[in-house]
């Protein structure tokens, strides 16, 4: 699976194109929709298909050009059960999920799978995705390569996002980590700098 990234929008969300054998899945557009469709002209001699658009969980920095995509594309839209109080609250947003993702669910992506986990604490329904024959990770807002989610925000839970981050802590070897805001890291680098997660790591 090959991934495509785009710093969109003024709080520079990282919006994600991903793509295998012909098919795309555009993750956290949160601005910018027409440079995401150029984007996808660009990609594969633009013979991409975007099956669906998905927002690791439901703040308007990751999700505000996805109505216009889903239009466009004639794709389907996916988000986190769990945040559904915080879409259903959402008046100005027009767009109902197609699918709603809970723990252990599977997103098929041409010839690659992605692996739902449920990492809250940012929000309710925060989600992570693995696809584990590469080891890519794409964390939405849990875990940056300089920090780590805010939790005072509506829905947000401390011991949650501790418990979300203890478990992608104890990963089975190494992982690229895709991240709401900020540069791609390596997960084992990330826990050997971070005493705090080097705590929450099991021996």
């Not at 899945?25 to 633009?46: F, H, Y």
């Not at 669910?105 to 739902?116: A, H, Q, T, Y």
């Not at 990770?137 to 011991?159: A, E, M, N």
Request: charged share 30%; proline share 3%; glycine share 10%.
């Amino acid at each position: 699976m090959k991934v495509k990234k785009l710093e969109v929008g003024s709080l520079e969300t990282n919006c994600y194109i991903l793509y295998s054998a012909g098919e795309a899945a555009i993750v956290d557009p949160g601005d910018e929709s027409g440079r995401i469709i150029d984007s996808l002209r660009t990609l594969d001699q633009g013979n991409l298909e975007v099956r669906f658009v998905l927002a690791t969980h439901f703040h308007w920095d990751h999700v505000e050009a996805a109505a216009e995509l889903v239009d466009h594309f004639s794709a389907e839209f996916y988000l986190g059960e769990k945040d559904q109080t915080l879409f259903e609250k959402s008046i100005q947003f027009e767009l109902s999920p197609d699918r709603l993702l809970n723990e252990g669910d599977v997103v098929k992506l041409g010839e690659s799978e992605l692996e739902v986990w449920e990492t809250p604490g940012h929000t309710p329904g925060s989600i992570s995705l693995l696809e584990k024959s590469e080891r890519k990770l794409i964390v939405g807002d849990l875990l940056f390569s300089t920090g780590f989610g805010r939790t005072d925000l509506p829905g947000g839970s401390k011991s949650d996002l501790e418990d979300s981050l203890a478990r992608v802590v104890n990963l089975d070897g190494d992982w690229e980590v895709f991240s709401g805001h900020g540069p791609t890291f390596h997960l084992k680098e990330k826990v050997g700098s971070s005493p705090f997660l080097s705590d929450l790591k099991q021996v």
